[in-house]
């Protein structure tokens, strides 16, 4: 500490723990410069002796009042390391986001098993080739000002995920597409207009997201990606999907919205393994009748496109979403069992409802409704009717003719009243709050919800609810399932997906009453 007066420390601390994010990469780069003793650190940053790895990733983690707590704890992690911490040897794992770095630390290439490297948050211009002989396996550097990626990086043969999403770049080397153990690349939000031709990380490759970056045409590199799963290329500015694509035949996930295409080839519904297709906001005007043809598709999204009418084979399809929202649509086919419309489609429609009798589905959340249509009162079979985040002051009486739903989700509604003969009803707390004591004496209800509303409780009046079979509880933050609802004489199922219950407590509960099924 000889090296420092007291004025020079009482500056450089103040420089610290200002508010001023230039004042502290000043204060830090001072001191990595003059690598002073550790014990200085320390008394600089006001703290006691880190003796571990493990006590300095707590105290990164950690809340804070000082202004750039993540880069002080950055900058003494580079401190302890340099001095040589017995501890260097352990390090495999670590993040340095919001650091204020503006290139990657030099003191990096001592920690010789790191495998994962969070480099995310800090305005890094380059990835450079500090950390090339790292045996690194997943590097991220989401965030940054990225705008250069070293060759090098062929050096990193032990990598199999990359993500450098929200940068700069303009060009990558062609060695990025070279790693051959590499088998997700994200580069979604840069600047790439084209992509270097030849991949040698093509037979390893299965999650490639291009999101947002001008391309302008779909790369004819992924011809030959044998284990693609997933393709984002959501905002790219195509004009044309190839009739290659059918050649991907290991798709499971392909995202082509916000992209104009003329008309869609049959080659897309070749694609036998494909779940999820996103074709959202493409001036698509017609869709394949041989959409029919995808058996393994679970979400297709036709949202804000020019479609007038749904090929007959799409009410083949057994997805669990159908987004057609924001489309001039004249009529639903015949066999649709669900779909999700807005507010305008389904008082067009309303008339024709009496024609979707094997509708199980009907989406209309978040639209801006005021009123349902009474086109809704004809669909006998609607086992779901999602009405959440509307505009809604009440149900219409004949709600309660729709006997057979499982489902009536109004929540976020300002409901002024619910009617009492409904099968099913899910909630918020501030409307469960308004209505309990009206439901938990409603005699037909069947399946009850109290969702996403971060709940620490479960309200006990739930069990004088007579004939209560479902008790939909998922995404709260229930700590505990308590005894008086395995005891409810009708209840068959109980969801609790999302909650803050151990797996102990699940298995403990599901050993106590075996004729409950639990879904988590």
């Known amino acids: 500490m000889s090296q420092f007066s007291q004025d020079d420390f009482d500056i450089l601390q103040a420089m610290l723990f200002h508010d001023q994010p230039d004042l502290v990469t000043e204060a830090l780069d001072v001191l990595t410069s003059m690598n002073p003793p550790i014990e200085l650190w320390f008394a600089l940053f006001d703290l006691e002796p880190i003796a571990s790895f493990e006590d300095w990733s707590e105290l990164y983690a950690s809340e804070s009042d000082v202004p750039h707590h993540h880069a002080l704890m950055v900058g003494l992690l580079g401190g302890m390391v340099l001095q040589g911490a017995d501890w ?4 495999t794992q670590l993040s340095l986001m919001n650091g204020l770095l503006t290139e990657i630390p030099k003191w990096l290439a001592k920690l010789h098993n790191l495998r994962v490297l969070n480099l995310s948050y800090n305005p890094i211009e380059e990835i450079s080739d500090v950390i090339m002989t790292l045996p690194l396996e997943v590097l991220t550097a989401s965030q940054c000002l990225i705008q250069k990626v070293s060759s090098n990086i062929i050096a990193l043969d032990k990598l199999t995920t990359l993500n450098l999403s929200y940068n700069q770049l303009e060009t990558v080397p062609d060695e990025l597409f070279n ?6 690349i994200s580069l979604r939000e840069n600047k790439l207009s084209e992509l270097p031709k030849g991949w040698s990380c093509r037979s390893h490759l299965r999650y490639l997201d291009l999101t947002l970056n001008p391309l302008g045409t779909i790369p004819e590199a992924l011809i030959q990606c044998e284990q693609i799963e997933v393709l984002l290329l ?3 500015g195509l004009r044309s999907i190839p009739e290659w694509i059918g050649g991907l035949q290991t798709l499971k996930m392909l995202a082509l919205g916000a992209n104009q295409f003329d008309e869609l080839p049959n080659a897309l519904c070749t694609l036998k393994h494909l779940e999820h297709l996103g074709l959202w906001d493409c001036g698509v005007k017609q869709v394949p009748d041989s959409i029919g043809e995808l058996d393994a598709l679970k979400e297709l999204s036709l949202s804000y496109n020019q479609l007038t009418q749904l090929p007959p084979s799409i009410a083949e399809l057994r997805v669990r979403e159908l987004d057609v929202k924001h489309n001039p649509l004249t009529a639903l086919p015949y066999g649709v069992r ?15 409802m009496n024609e979707w009798t094997e509708l199980r589905t009907l989406d209309i959340a978040d639209c801006g409704l005021t009123e349902l249509p009474d086109g809704i009162r004809t669909l006998s079979s609607l086992q779901e009717l999602l009405l959440s985040e509307n505009k ?17 989700n109004v929540w976020v509604n300002p409901l002024e009243s619910v009617p009492s003969d409904v099968t099913a009803l899910t909630l918020d707390f501030e409307q469960w709050d308004t209505f309990e004591e009206q439901v938990v004496s409603m005699k037909s209800l069947k399946h009850f919800g109290l969702v996403n509303n971060t709940l620490s409780f ?9 004939g209560l079979e479902t008790l939909n509880l998922r995404d709260n933050d229930i700590p505990e399932l308590e005894d008086w609802i395995g005891t409810i004489p009708t209840l068959q199922t109980l969801n609790i997906t999302g909650n803050a219950l151990s797996l102990e407590q699940v298995k403990l509960f599901m050993s106590k009453y075996p004729h409950l099924k639990v879904v988590q």
């Open 88 to 91: 260097i040897e352990n390090v």
């Open 179 to 184: 790693l051959d153990t590499a088998h997700t």
């Open 234 to 236: 959501n905002g790219c």
């Open 338 to 352: 669900l779909v999700s419309l807005d507010s305008k489609q389904v008082l067009k429609l309303s008339d024709s």
């Open 392 to 408: 809604l002051t009440s149900l219409p009486e004949w709600i309660g003719e729709l006997t057979a739903l499982k489902c009536l």
């Open 458 to 466: 479960i309200p006990a009046s739930i069990q004088e609810i007579q």
